[in-house]
């Protein structure tokens, strides 16, 4: 069983940044593959980021490229997404998952095995 707990989430303005954490506990976070997914009123989750066990493999939906890094600290059972220069079109709850089946990057949300409660993120224009 896996615990995670996102926070850093809140209410921004427009070219603003955060930084959101997502902290792990329960079996050995080192073996798993991480992901960002968010959601927005009214619409379907969609994926933002994902990281592979070692760190040194990222990837980013189209949208947030170029602004949004993803990370993580193993030692800390911990992983990162920093948000940059937000948008409101980045509006909306953000979930961390991980999977226990999969060590490198995955995008889909159906091989993530566990998921955090969500942090809730608000950019005004």
């Known amino acids: 069983q896996v615990q995670l707990v996102e926070s850093g989430g809140g209410l921004v303005q427009a070219g603003g940044s955060l930084r959101l954490s997502c902290a792990a506990s329960?079996?050995?976070?080192?073996?798993?593959?991480m992901g960002w997914f968010r959601q927005a009123p009214g619409k379907e989750r969609e994926f933002v980021s994902a990281?592979?066990?070692?760190?040194?493999?990222?990837y980013y939906t189209n949208s947030v490229k170029g602004r949004f890094t993803i990370s993580r600290d193993n030692a800390k059972n911990t992983v990162y997404l920093q948000m940059n220069s937000l948008k409101p079109e980045d509006t909306a709850m953000y979930y961390c998952?991980?999977?226990?089946?999969?060590?490198?990057?995955?995008?889909?949300?159906?091989?993530?095995?566990?998921w955090g409660q969500g942090t809730q993120v608000t950019v005004s224009s």
């Open positions: 998952a991980v999977s226990q089946r999969y060590s490198g990057v995955q995008i889909r949300a159906e091989v993530y095995d566990y």
């Open positions: 329960g079996r050995t976070f080192s073996s798993n593959a």
């Open positions: 990281i592979n066990l070692s760190g040194r493999s990222t």
